[in-house]
């Protein structure tokens, strides 16, 4: 069994590093092109290749936090990438079972009593909300925002990314010790530098009117 679980955790070092370094290439480069396309595929693949060692790996340690910041990583990485994949946004079977549990992993993050599990909890309740809302919209056939698929994607897929490298972060936050810094500053610093990168792509490729966007390949 020991012999399993570290051949999983190098699995899940392995998938973390490259969800870290194609998300970044994502960011980096022109948006809809052919590598921001390759590094979007391999980043939701490594991040389900994350999820899946780190399930093993929580249930077999008894890891509650690992189990619900893993799911809760997923949960937006899978909506971020269907959105492009369908940008009718029309919910799929499968689609109606991830944000159940999306919902039901919110759930069990707001009771968990953990701040930091309760503040991405809220995050996440925020997410699954909005998801639900517009799943429900397009069943009853009404029309939804302009490019609401675009602004799903990224705000989905940069919450993922967000989410990655503060798992990194706070893993490696002994690295911060030296320089006396507070606690809660790994928990904080990745979303403070990248939130306002959610804002500025989604007012740049989805909040600007078509014919002034010019062709990003989306």
């Known amino acids: 069994m020991d012999i399993t ?25 022109k948006k809809g092109g052919k590598v921001h396309r390759l590094a979007g595929k391999i980043f ?11 399930l093993v790996i929580s249930i077999a340690k008894n890891n509650q936090f690992l189990l619900l910041i893993a799911i809760f990583s997923f ?45 991405f909890g809220g995050i996440g309740l925020f997410l699954v909300v909005g998801n639900l809302r517009v799943n429900l919209l397009v069943r009853r ?14 705000g989905m897929m940069m919450g993922s990314y967000i989410s990655t490298v503060t798992a990194f972060v706070v893993v490696n936050s002994g690295l911060f010790a ?9 928990w904080l610093l990745p979303s403070v530098t990248l939130f306002p990168w959610i804002v500025y792509f989604t007012r740049k490729y989805a909040a600007a009117p ?7 390949g989306f």
């Open 5 to 29: 679980l570290k051949i999983l955790l190098v699995i899940h070092i392995i998938s973390g590093f490259l969800a870290l370094l194609n998300g970044c290439i994502s960011i980096a480069v």
């Open 44 to 54: 939701f693949f490594s991040m389900l290749g994350v999820t899946v060692t780190a």
């Open 75 to 119: 949960y937006q990485t899978y909506m971020g990438f269907r959105a492009v994949k369908d940008k009718s946004l029309k919910p799929s079977k499968l689609d109606w079972i991830v944000l159940f549990f999306g919902a039901l992993n919110t759930f069990f993050m707001i009771y968990s009593m953990h701040i930091v599990l309760m503040i």
């Open 141 to 154: 056939k009404k029309n939804l925002p302009q490019l609401s698929w675009l602004k799903r994607h990224i």
């Open 178 to 186: 030296s320089l006396h810094v507070a606690r809660w500053l790994p």
């Open 210 to 216: 078509l014919k002034k966007r010019g062709k990003t």
